[in-house]
Structure formats: C-alpha cells, structure tokens
DNA sequence: TTAAATCCTATCATTTTTATAGGCTTTAAG
DNA sequence: CTTAAAGCCTATAAAAATGATAGGATTTAA
C-alpha cells in the first residue's frame, strides 16, 4: 500500500502540472482543492523540493512549480522518496536492498524469485506512470 | 512491502509443502529450519489453521499439515490473510475496498487507473505462485 | 507597511508491527 | 498412570511507522 503521503504528494503533482499556467502555485491552494491536510502537506512539498522535484518561491504570490517537465517526473520516484522500497521484499529492492534476517540461502528462494518478477512488472508500470501520463489519463477519463 | 508475518507464514508454508512425508510438522522444527522466532510463529500458524490453510494435530508427535493440495495455495491468498489488501490503493482492493478520503471523483482518477492496472498484473502473479510453484522454482534454483 | 507566502523546529497521538511470557490442554508412548 | 512433547489460549509490551498539528521566523511583492 502506498501511504497517504505518498498519495497525497503524487495528487498534489498532478495538480501542480495541471495548472502550469498559474505556476507557482502555494500549498493552501492544493490543500484545499484537494482535500488534504494544509500542514502536512507543506511539510510534504518541503520533501519534494529538497529532492529537487519541486522548485519553490518565497513570499507573497510565491509558492511551487514542477522544476523539469511532467514528462520527466514518475510515480516511481515519487513513491521511492516518500515510501523507500517499492518491492514486496527488501532483498529485492534495487534502492532500498536488505538481506531478510530469517533467509538462509537467497540465491535458491522461489518467494524472492516471484517477487523479483512482480518488482520487474511494477516498476516498469510506475516509471511509465509520469504526470503526464497521469494526466493524460484524466482528459481522456473526463469524457 | 511484505510484513515479516506474511513472509514468515510463506516460508514456512512452503518448508510444511516440502516436508509432506513427515506431516504434520511442528512449530518447532519450523521456526529452527528457517530462524523464525517461535512464539511468532506459533500465531501466525495458528492464523493459518484458522483459515483452513493448515490443520493441526494436538499433542505429542503433533503438528501441522496442508490442508489441500500444494497447487491450491497461493501467496495471494496468504498475504491477504496476514496482512489485508494486495493493491496500491484502498480504493482499488477486491477484498479491502475503501474510498480515498480526499479523493474528489474516483472515476476520473488517473492515479488510480495506474493502481488498477499493477493490481491486475500483480494479482496474476501472485495467484500463480503456488507452494508447488514455489517449491519447483526452488527446486531449478537449486541446481 | 502589510498580506501572503514559504521555512523551520518541535511535538505528539495513534496504529501497526514484531514480538515475548506463561500456563492450560491434549495426545501418544512406555 | 505417568510423562514428554505438542498445540491452545490470554495477556502484555517495546519499538517503529504513520499521519498529523502548532507556532513562530523569514521572505517578498504590492
């Protein structure tokens, strides 16, 4: 399960890149607009801009805005930096590898070996899942 | 991410499939074969029975056995049971259905839409990992 | 000067996860 | 009939993760 976090930042994008002619575009806006928490989402946009994946702009009119295209910004990511690993096992992770404490021999698990299967197919999914795919899927959905 | 409980209850589901001959199997032997620590794994299994996955057998030379063929348990059903809903998002589950709370139209979603998709094809793969799947993976690992 | 924004630091309640402890009950063998 | 070895049952609990909230400092444009 991704967590709400990780929900709300990849919503939040997907606004941003929707409204890129208002850009920047402060957090009160997003979190009213999408019915998230003000606080804990500006605590979240703080996150995304540290990774770079925001840029941000102080002051009065400031606020944030996609720092690259909607086309360069995935869910996988999105979800690496709010949620770390995104396999079922962390001996599968690319990013986030650890060994399971209990295995005895990695090489032979058959659990390890269908979880690096499903790893495969959902990374491929969620890198193709960028906001402008995202957002792409929503005109087409609007009809 | 897995929880070590459903990982747990995997691994011993499949060390129980690859012992048929010597069933029923006790906790004990299990959690020492796979470092397991015991009493957690006394509940977990004790979940299973629950569930009709495994049965059990009281007393000296007691233990546990499949309960059905090694083909007609999946980690799908497993995890489910262990640790609730396989998908990305509540508001994408077969078995654990919930609204997003901020979500403002479901059906337009295009976060979801990519969540439906992982679903479909994790589902696939975890349905078709079976114990014997499994215990045939390990065994062509093996060589 | 002021309004509206981000930035920064701290705190915190709740839930989930990952267990542990200890005794009761059942069963098969001797 | 006793005993060893197993599951069954109930309670407890430490640690980590999750999902926030509070309040003020700083920056910027009008």
Redesign the pocket.
Known sequence: ML???AKYAITALVFIAKHQEEQPI???KIAEAQNI????L??I??EL?NARILN?????????SLNGAPESIDMARVMRLL?GAISLLPCVSFNFYERCEECIDERTCGIRQVAMEIRDETLKRLQAATLADIVAREDRLQQ
Chains 1, 2 share one sequence.
């Open positions: 967590s709400k976090k402060s957090v009160s928490p003000l606080k804990f500006e605590s946009l703080t801009k941000s702009k102080k002051g009065k009119y400031g606020g944030y949620d």
